[in-house]
């Protein structure tokens, strides 16, 4: 065995010594808090035994920072979201989404994201992705040109085109 791998193998050796010390010795020490058990309680003495679980529940959140922070979360996501950017709802409300420059104004699309790739461009119109020639999910619509700031859609059926500007909001 050469000199280096000596070293390596002493290395190793030693990786593995202090994993079984910090394992066997060290992690037993480290005990967390335990959360107090709650027992059932009668019904005769249902107020009570409510009062002294709501308090020692109380306590133990106030201890531990993590869950504050779990509760905290928790608690936003039952809330309803105003600016949700998942939500394709939420860009049908919007008041720029209507905006269409063409004669043909009777559908509805939503230019929502871009993204390009080399020289592919993807744009996200109604929440679908598309490039250029792809036909929308609504027959008769293609898409004829993408840019970060507007789609050109054109009616294969009548022969007009759609500026859609992106929605920003």
């Not at 967390?32 to 027992?39: D, L, N, R, W």
């Not at 309680?41 to 107020?47: D, G, H, L, N, Y």
């Not at 020692?56 to 039952?78: G, M, P, R, W």
């Not at 600016?83 to 939420?90: G, V």
């Amino acid at each position: 065995m050469s000199r280096r791998e000596k070293i390596i193998v002493f290395i190793a050796f030693l990786t593995v010594l202090y994993g079984a010390y910090d394992f066997f010795i060290v992690s037993p020490a480290k005990k967390s808090k335990s959360i107090p058990v709650v027992h059932s309680f009668t019904p005769v003495a249902k107020t009570v035994d409510m009062n002294k679980l709501v308090k020692e529940i109380s306590d133990v959140l106030q201890e531990n920072e993590t869950i504050k922070a779990e509760t905290y979360v928790a608690v936003s996501a039952e809330k309803e979201w105003k600016n949700d950017p998942f939500s394709a709802s939420n860009a049908l409300h919007s008041k720029n989404a209507n905006v269409s420059i063409g004669r043909i104004k009777e559908i509805r699309l939503i230019y929502s994201g871009y993204l390009e790739v080399g020289k592919k461009k993807i744009a996200v119109i109604n929440g679908m992705d598309y490039q250029i020639g792809d036909e929308l999910e609504m027959n008769g619509y293609r898409v004829k040109h993408i840019t970060p700031s507007s789609v050109t859609v054109v009616d294969t059926r009548r022969g007009g085109k759609i500026t859609v500007p992106f929605l920003a909001e």
